[in-house]
């Protein structure tokens, strides 16, 4: 059975209630993983810095001496926060640029202290986010190595393994508080007591990095509490301003910076503090952990309450992660089997739902969820529309069908190459898009279904599908970047791309050789307005049917001199 992951976020401003009674015009944002609203104290708090107050908090005349308090203020509050010393709360431009200053800053520091990347060993685990996992790439390249701990089927580390691999030479554990996409918790102090152990046994420290993003809103962030001598918090994620993060260590951690120039954030950070986002950033955070408590229990009751709803309606539906309170209040992550992720989401956007197949930072749809992947250790399960066709009443009792597979369609320009479409048809009412051909709509749904809602579900079809072709060619170009073998299909793919590219280039050399003969007086200058206006009806309509070019004034070599074709496209429509 195939399984493709479809993630819902569910957030603290979506009861069941909500849902049951919204109207046509209102919406539901269920992404609270990737963007939450800007609290309106946090808005208020950042107004007067916005306006009047725009010094630089370095500078020492009276405008600057007013920023550099309103930064200091903000830093105080949030070190009161998590119940630490100022002077090691540090500001940054977010959860990645944190997670970078945290892993680098600690290798590095560790370099200067005189030890080589090859004596070094960092462990992390395959399900974290971008900013982590691409840093690890990073670091194999200076020849750290870089080892993964097993995860279990909800995605919490597997502790035996991760004692197995600590040795003599761990310098660094990186890990998420909360998984983005599954919601699932890491038990931090049992990492923390293995460290500690392994501490004691090897006699040197090994540094625990946190990436907190997604936990000021559903967990305590009390330095203590987590655990880590490296805390990584992103205050977009909790109400706060976007761009805005901070980075928490320890007094017994050294970091070095990987970014130079002043010495603001002790030299951590360098360039001019965002003044407007840490002051509003510093009001978000304490409010998103003055009442965390409270707000878990409203929103797991609604969390609990929306899967025994989505198991009811669905039999076939699984839930991937933890469950109970080893699981963000906020998060529900399903698969489906047969279920297009991306089509759904694209049908669900339309009807006034906002949400996610995975985080938004790996990339803006395309290829299977490695959290999910990782975790089940079922590709089928974790992948994003990679085989099943999905089926859907639509209201008049016909199906609804969309391959959720791929499809060739010939290359109208006849350069002999093809490009690749996505498996889901142009028409969503009853047409099914399978290796390039389509079935008639039925009489029935044509004289049963509006006009209008056709249209719509024309439209949503479309644009699946162009979020399918970009899908394909962005997982090639990831492949080719990590050295990875390439499927047939990718090959394909970048096939296509290249000869469109080099189409692309081709025309454009023509066009400026043209103009340039054109100013050369080599060339007639295209007709003008008034005679291309005055071209039969016949000549019009001939033209429509190219899609809208004006293909007989391009039949000429001479005229063609800025005007570009998509034939790929509207060949594309036109079979579907």
């Not at 020492?60 to 830093?75: C, P």
């Not at 919490?156 to 983005?180: C, F, G, T």
């Not at 919601?183 to 392994?198: D, N, Y």
């Not at 301003?241 to 603001?264: E, F, H, M, W």
Request: hydrophobic share 40%.
């Amino acid at each position: 059975m195939c399984f493709c992951t479809w993630g819902l976020w569910f957030t603290l401003v979506v009861s069941y209630v909500m849902i049951c009674g919204m109207t046509d015009s209102q919406r539901i944002y269920l992404d609270y993983a990737a963007a939450t609203p800007l609290l309106p104290a946090a808005f208020a708090a950042m107004k007067p810095y916005l306006e009047g107050n725009f010094g630089n908090p370095s500078a020492i005349h009276s405008e600057g001496v007013t920023a550099r308090a309103a930064v200091e203020s903000a830093r105080e509050a949030i070190a009161l926060t998590v119940q630490v010393r100022p002077e090691f709360v540090t500001f940054t431009g977010g959860g990645t640029e944190g997670n970078n200053l945290a892993i680098f800053g600690v290798i590095e520091a560790w370099r200067q202290s005189g030890r080589a990347y090859a004596d070094m060993e960092v462990i992390t685990t395959q399900i974290e986010h971008p900013s982590i996992a691409v840093a690890m790439e990073r670091l194999r390249t200076l020849g750290v190595q870089v080892k993964f701990v097993e995860v279990d089927q909800t995605g919490k580390i597997v502790l035996s393994h991760l004692k197995e691999l600590l040795s003599a030479h761990s310098v660094l554990v990186s890990v998420a508080y909360a998984n983005s996409e599954t919601g699932t918790i890491q038990p931090l102090h049992a990492i923390k007591k293995a460290l500690r152990e392994s501490e004691k046994n090897y006699q040197h420290q090994v540094a625990l990095h946190v990436d907190a993003a997604q936990a000021p809103l559903w967990v305590s962030c009390l330095f203590t509490t987590v655990g880590a001598d490296v805390l990584v918090l992103d205050f977009a994620k909790c109400h706060g301003p976007k761009g805005t993060g901070a980075l928490i260590r320890s007094r017994r951690t050294d970091l070095a910076a990987n970014v130079y120039g002043g010495g603001q954030e002790s030299a951590l950070r360098p360039g001019t503090e965002n003044v407007p986002g840490i002051v509003g950033a510093a009001v978000a955070f304490a409010d998103a952990q003055h009442n965390w408590k409270e707000r878990v229990e409203r929103v797991s009751l609604v969390r609990d309450q929306g899967i025994k709803l989505l198991q009811t309606a669905i039999p076939t539906l699984v839930i991937n992660g933890a469950s109970g309170a080893e699981r963000l209040a906020n998060n529900i992550n399903v698969s489906i089997p047969g279920l297009d992720t991306e089509f759904a989401a694209v049908v669900l956007d339309s009807k006034g739902f906002a949400v996610s197949t995975k985080s938004a930072c790996a990339g803006a749809g395309g290829g299977a969820s490695v959290v999910v992947l990782k975790t089940t250790g079922d590709a089928a399960r974790a992948a994003d529309g990679a085989v099943a066709r999905a089926a859907a009443a639509d209201g008049d009792g016909d199906a609804v069908r969309a391959a959720g597979g791929t499809a060739h369609a010939a290359d109208a320009d006849d350069d002999g190459d093809e490009v690749l479409a996505g498996g889901l048809g142009a028409d969503g009412d009853g047409r099914a898009a399978a290796g390039g051909s389509a079935r008639a709509p039925t009489a029935r749904s044509r004289t049963a279904m509006p006009a209008d809602e056709r249209k719509r579900r024309r439209a949503a079809a479309e644009q699946a599908r162009r979020v399918r072709l970009r899908q394909a060619v962005s997982a090639a170009e990831t492949a080719v970047a990590q050295n990875e073998p390439l499927a047939d299909e990718q090959q394909r793919v970048l096939g296509a791309r290249d000869r469109k590219r080099s189409r692309e280039h081709d025309r454009t050399k023509r066009a400026a050789a043209a103009t340039a003969q054109m100013a050369a007086g080599g060339l007639r200058r295209p007709r003008s307005p008034t005679a291309t206006n005055a071209k039969s009806s016949q000549s019009q309509r001939r033209d429509r049917s190219f899609g809208g070019l004006a293909a007989s004034a391009t039949r000429k070599t001479n005229k063609c001199v800025d005007i570009k074709f998509s034939f790929v496209t509207f060949y594309y429509l036109k079979m579907n």
